[in-house]
Nanobody, 124 residues
Framework: QVDLVESGGGSVQAGGSLTLTCEWS????????VAWFRQSPGKEREGIAS????????YYAPSVKGRFTIAQGAHANTVNLEMYSLKPEDTGTYYC?????????????????WGQGTQVTVSS
């Protein structure tokens, strides 16, 4: 069993930045992948970024590429999502998810462990 907790959400004006942190506990060992998904009002869940531990490989959805960065955090059981140049359309609930082996954020079916989510609100 793997438990994930997201933190770092909040409210920010357009053009601002936020860093989200995903921290997990439990039996998640390499190789594994950690991804961020978001659910915006009236939209389908979107996989926006993922990190594959074994190679440090990353994936970004076109909607965030160049503005968001996913990387391992300060502790071995954390992954950060650094978000820059935020737009109102980035508003939503952001979820962290983990998968054993390699899956990227475009393959949500591979992620079996999910956090409860953290809210990000970007005002214009």
């Amino acid at each position: 069993q793997v438990d994930l907790v997201e933190s770092g959400g909040g409210s920010v004006q357009a053009g601002g930045s936020l860093t989200l942190t995903c921290e997990w506990s439990g039996d998640l060992y390499a190789p594994y992948s950690v991804a961020w998904f978001r659910q915006s009002p009236g939209k389908e869940r979107e996989g926006i970024a993922s990190y594959y531990y074994n190679y440090g490989a990353t994936y970004y959805a076109p909607s965030v590429k160049g503005r968001f960065t996913i990387a391992q955090g300060a502790h071995a059981n954390t992954v950060n999502l650094e978000m820059y140049s935020l737009k109102p359309e980035d508003t939503g609930t952001y979820y962290c998810a983990a998968a054993r082996y390699y899956f990227n954020a475009a393959e949500p079916q591979g992620f079996h462990y999910w956090g409860q989510g953290t809210q990000v609100t970007v005002s214009s």
